[in-house]
Nanobody
Framework: QVQLVESGGGLVQPGGSLRLSCAAT????????MGWYRQAPGKLRELVAV???????NYADSVKGRFTISTDNAMNTVALRMNSLKPEDTAVYYC???????????????WGPGTQVTVSS
């Protein structure tokens, strides 16, 4: 069974930094893509940053130059370092992983429960 365990959310002042982490637990699968989405009240969920198993990264234009995504060699854990945070970054951040189970050609989209990030003075 696969679970995504998130940590690192909280309250930070504008200009501050936070580091989000997400760990995938379980066995019998591999992760093709892993990263973070976010959703603010009344807004659609949007991609923040993701990384593929091949090492390709993709960032939202609004976070380029401020956020950095990284993963371990086994791609079991992904981290998002967020610098120069702005009030506009306030949202619930969701870990996302596209997973394929061994022996199965289909992929599955998994979501973490969400962690609140609030940027306020």
């Amino acid at each position: 069974q696969v679970q995504l365990v998130e940590s690192g959310g909280g309250l930070v002042q504008p200009g501050g930094s936070l580091r989000l982490s997400c760990a995938a637990t379980g066995s019998g699968f591999s992760i093709n893509r892993m990263g973070w989405y976010r959703q603010a009240p009344g807004k659609l969920r949007e991609l923040v940053a993701v990384v593929t198993s091949g090492g390709t990264t993709n960032y939202a234009d609004s976070v380029k130059g401020r956020f950095t995504i990284s993963t371990d060699n086994a791609m079991n854990t992904v981290a998002l370092r967020m610098n120069s945070l702005k009030p506009e970054d306030t949202a619930v951040y969701y870990c996302n992983a596209i997973i394929v189970r061994f022996g199965n050609l289909n992929s599955f989209n998994y979501w973490g429960p969400g962690t609140q990030v609030t940027v306020s003075s």
